[in-house]
T-cell receptor
């Protein structure tokens, strides 16, 4: 089955702890994205990567970090510097064509203990 | 600046009636426009997109959307709503030629919750 797999589905963070959200795709897409979803605010872009070993900050990158060592994988780390991490996190991927669709994973819900 | 407005937080419609979910956009150039649907605790699923050509775009699950350049709108429609259509709907826009740092950014609206009642 082709698609995007996010894990875990639910994640709990203790104060001062870093946590990492996994995103894997087998669609052979060059571009991958991380979004944060809060109620009533739509999707906000955290980080994006257009190619392996390259990534750029989105609109709300503070308190987050990413890596892109493999085409298939784009993990997101929520660091202790992110003071309000409770949200639904969505990973997406696409080709680099402007009209192309972004395909989304099922999401990870992060809560603070 | 690019932006998307979905003026209704929630739309209520009776099953079998037509539905419309509104979207207006602002881009400096020509847009690519998208509609996505999200079911509870799930990712977004693509419904349809407008690139160029015919202003009426048909998509998945019987949905369609009409591109209106003069009104800068891209409303989502369905002739006969189903209870199973109840979900959160997102409109998104990308400026065809606006690149920032080599990236052509996709902007999402805040979402509209559709509730279809039996």
């Amino acid at each position: 089955d082709g698609g995007i797999t996010q894990s875990p589905k639910y994640l709990f963070r203790k104060e001062g702890q870093n946590v990492t959200l996994s995103c894997e795709q087998n669609l052979n897409h060059d571009a991958m994205y991380w979004y944060r979803q809060d109620p009533g605010q739509g999707l906000r872009l955290i980080y994006y990567s257009q190619i392996v070993n390259d990534f750029q900050k989105g609109d709300i990158a503070e308190g987050y970090s990413v890596s892109r060592e493999k085409k298939e994988s784009f993990p997101l780390t929520v660091t202790s510097a992110q003071k309000n991490p409770t949200a639904f996190y969505l990973c997406a991927s696409s080709t680099r064509q402007g009209a192309d669709i972004q395909y989304f994973g099922a999401g990870t819900r992060l809560s603070v203990l | 600046a690019q932006s998307v407005a979905q003026p209704e937080d929630q739309v209520n419609v009776a099953e079998g009636n037509p539905l419309t979910v509104k979207c207006t956009y602002s881009v400096s150039g020509n847009p690519y426009l998208f509609w996505y649907v999200q079911y509870p605790n799930r990712g977004l699923q693509f419904l349809l997109k407008y690139i160029t050509g015919d202003n009426l775009v048909k998509g998945s699950y019987g949905f369609e959307a009409e591109f209106n350049k003069s009104q800068t709108s891209f409303h989502l429609k369905k002739p006969s709503a189903l209870v199973s259509d109840s979900a959160l709907y997102f409109c998104a826009v990308r400026d065809r030629y606006m690149f920032s740092g080599g990236y052509n950014k996709l902007i999402f609206g805040a979402g509209t919750r559709l509730a279809v009642h039996p």
